[in-house]
């Protein structure tokens, strides 16, 4: 089988399946990506093969590029859940600290510790977020002709993928089932994934399918578990045991029970970041990239449009724009609570406003008895957030309901002009 077969077959097996709806971008990129790929691996070796009389790169006169300092080349990286893309080369303040970590802690490199030697015109040290990305002296001061002749827009090929929510309705892909938990453990294990921020906005009925995808890897002491540069296959949740972090051979962090990784080349389209070694047997539980792509992200776009068409129909919130709306329905989350349960109660401190998605609820006071009931729609808990004071009634379900919830500093932060609204229309001003 010839090289250009294999290339071929190997797309074809990616077309396959991701199901892009825009193939020939899909296939510009993934070459794009083959590219960098083979591009970095030459960088890699250039002493070397500088050592042996051979120029891998003659149009590059490596010796006017000018080094640049080890501090200037710690690895940083950002949550991928961040608002800009976390390759993104950051046009601030290049003196600024690095952004929050890949992994559950950030990385902590000391300023002295040993650094494996890059080349400055290496693709994968244009990474930003943190120290010496855009801004650097000694980058700016590369002459622009000596860059190598490779695409020099490799923003395409770390970004966010294009989601379409359609795509998952119509490839035909169903999420796997890859263990057999009891009911119990289940359980136990989707509660646990609720403490984790990737997760915590998920449904019941999303969750149950992660924990059922969920596949139980081991791997023995010292194995290589992801390689830096690799392609994302699998996003991982340390079980058991310890896992040390290694960027450009540089040991940079170690995780334990608990912790996860691997998120980052799952969410965008970038290689591994970092390798992972065993630095004990280690006991994983492994999501693949289909469904942590399928269910994340579409769970996530769903939870968007349903809020969204949601406030439209809030009348207080009529005079919001539409991408006020946008970041409000970001920022709320799913509670549900059954029959006789007390959503909020008199007297106590008030730290969240709740909008009903669904159910209805009954209002009452120990003075007053029952005040009146809320709907679908309806809105309550703001009087505590408007004026800083305690409960004023209890809020309790009359059957099971869905409420949409907002803490403090959203409330203040995204309402916006809905503020005046609701100061407005607070029943104690009317009495």
């Known amino acids: 089988m010839s090289f250009a077969t294999d290339e071929l077959n190997h797309l074809q097996q990616a077309i396959n399946r991701e199901q892009p709806r825009d193939v020939i971008q899909f296939c510009a990129n993934y070459f794009d990506h083959k590219l960098q790929q083979q591009r970095l691996h030459l960088w890699s ?6 050592a042996a009389g051979i120029t891998l790169f003659p149009q590059v006169d490596s010796a006017h590029v000018p080094a640049i300092p080890h501090n200037k080349r710690q690895p940083s990286f950002k949550s991928p859940f961040s608002v800009n893309d976390p390759h993104q080369q950051d046009a601030g303040d290049p003196t600024s600290a690095p952004a929050a970590g890949l992994f559950k802690s950030d990385f902590n490199v000391n300023s002295g510790a040993p650094t494996s030697k890059t080349d400055p015109l290496d693709p994968s040290t244009a990474t930003a977020g943190g120290v010496g990305a855009r801004g650097d002296a000694d980058l700016a001061s590369a002459p622009a002709q000596k860059i190598p002749n490779f695409n020099a827009n490799r923003r395409t090929s770390v970004s966010a993928e294009t989601l379409n929510p ?8 169903t999420p796997p089932k890859n263990n057999q938990l009891s009911a119990e453990e289940r359980q136990e294990l989707s509660q646990k994934l609720g403490s984790y921020f990737l997760f915590d ?6 969750k149950k399918t992660v924990v059922s995808a969920l596949e139980s890897k081991s791997f023995p002491k010292n194995t290589e578990i992801i390689r ?3 392609e994302g296959d699998f996003f991982y949740i340390i079980v058991k045991g310890t896992v040390d972090f290694f960027v450009n051979g540089s040991k940079v962090n170690s ?10 080349a799952l969410m965008y389209n970038s290689p591994r970041a970092a390798t992972a070694v065993a630095a004990s047997d280690v006991q994983c539980w492994a999501l693949d990239r289909a469904t942590f792509r399928s269910i994340l992200l579409e769970s996530t776009y769903n939870r968007r449009t349903m809020y969204e068409n949601f406030l439209k129909d809030v009348k207080v919130l009529s005079s919001l724009t539409p991408q006020e709306r946008s970041k409000l329905a970001d920022a709320l989350k799913t509670e549900v609570y059954h029959k006789g349960d007390k959503i909020v109660v008199e007297g106590e401190k008030g730290e969240n406003f709740y909008f009903i998605e669904k159910g209805a609820c009954k209002v009452y006071s120990n003075d007053k008895g029952e005040l009146t009931q809320l709907k679908d729609g309806d809105y309550f808990g703001e009087i505590a957030l408007l004026n800083d004071l305690p409960r004023q009634a209890t809020v309790e379900a009359v059957d099971t309901v869905i409420v949409a919830t ?26």
Not at 166 to 173: I, R
Not at 201 to 206: C, E, I, V, Y
Not at 256 to 261: A, K, L, P, W
Not at 414 to 425: D, N, S
């Open 255 to 264: 995780s334990g029970e608990g912790s996860y990784f691997g998120e980052l």
């Open 45 to 50: 070796q250039q002493q070397k093969a500088e």
């Open 166 to 173: 359609d795509l998952f309705k119509s490839s035909g892909w």
């Open 201 to 206: 906005q998920l449904d019941a009925s999303s």
């Open 406 to 431: 907002l803490g403090k500093s959203g409330f203040e932060r995204l309402l916006g002009p809905a503020i005046q609204v609701l100061r407005q229309q607070d029943p104690r001003q009317h009495n």
């Open 228 to 230: 830096q540069g690799d």
